[in-house]
């Protein structure tokens, strides 16, 4: 007899959803048995990732910190695909530079792409997750928000800090009343963000893991799946390090 799939008859709502990792997750969460609400700036990388699924989806294109923008994709989702059983917040922003170099401005638009779009969602939809009195979140962090960014990017590193914090202190509110709250945090991925690196560069990251190779975005992916499923039944608050031991 064929296993059901691990997240059949589930709904999951996605951020990012056109990125480089974001796409890579709405695969995995598609083959794995769930229904998808999809989000991303951008319509255009929305659409091509919708195409590639098989599965039912909603997808909408919108800035994820717009609060009344994101309450009426997460109403629409429920409407039209269900229950929101898990949400993972996918979107965010890389773009190193070194702190000299970061103004106030650059900063707070880090902030606002990778903590604050986090924050929104979770806001969102996690009130309804409570009053049925289950669910599961996976906010994306980084090993820069564990350890600092080797690559010039202190901004980053703040950001991806917070939501760890966040993740942490809304897992101790939530989990009693059924809501698991994680974190997903990658180590080098090779992903359009390395789009510019060099084959040297990118060797180069792929050394710091003991795999001495870059991850592969369906490897973070594949952590996601099992974040947001009933295999992690008994995990909450916890920093999921997909990245091969290169914070050993």
């Known amino acids: 007899m064929t296993a059901a799939p691990v997240l059949g008859g589930r709904t999951v709502i996605l951020t990012g959803a056109a990125g480089g990792i974001g796409r890579h997750v709405a695969r995995a ?9 999809l989000s991303d700036l951008t319509a255009h990388g929305l659409e091509a990732v919708t195409r590639e699924l ?5 997808a909408e294109a919108f800035d994820a910190t717009d609060e009344e923008r ?16 898990g949400l993972i917040t996918c979107a965010g922003r890389w773009a190193p ?6 103004s106030t401005a650059d900063f707070t638009e880090m902030l606002t792409a990778n903590a604050t779009t986090a924050f929104v969602a979770c806001r969102t939809v996690l009130p309804s997750m409570i009053a049925r009195g289950s669910g599961s979140i996976v906010n994306f962090a ?3 928000g564990e350890y600092g960014s080797i690559t010039p990017a202190s901004h980053y590193a703040a950001a991806k800090g917070a939501v760890i ?43 710091r893991t003991l795999f001495n190779r870059l991850g592969r975005p369906e490897e973070i992916a594949a952590g996601c799946v099992y974040l947001v499923s009933d295999m992690s039944s008994f995990v909450t608050g916890t920093v999921l390090q997909v990245n091969g031991g290169s914070l050993l």
Do not use: C, W
Not at 54 to 58: N, R
Not at 97 to 102: D, I, R
């Open 29 to 37: 969460l598609a083959g794995a048995g769930a229904r998808v609400g």
């Open 54 to 58: 098989d599965a039912a989806a909603v």
């Open 70 to 85: 994101f309450a009426a994709f997460h109403a629409r989702v429920h409407d039209e695909l269900g229950e929101v059983d």
């Open 97 to 102: 530079k070194p702190f000299a170099e970061v």
């Open 142 to 144: 980084s090993t820069a």
């Open 165 to 207: 914090a966040m993740t942490k202190s809304l897992a101790r509110e939530a989990s009693p009343y059924g809501v698991r709250v994680n974190a997903i945090s990658p180590g080098p991925t090779d992903t359009v963000a390395l789009g510019a690196a060099t084959p040297e560069q990118k060797a180069a990251a792929g050394a």
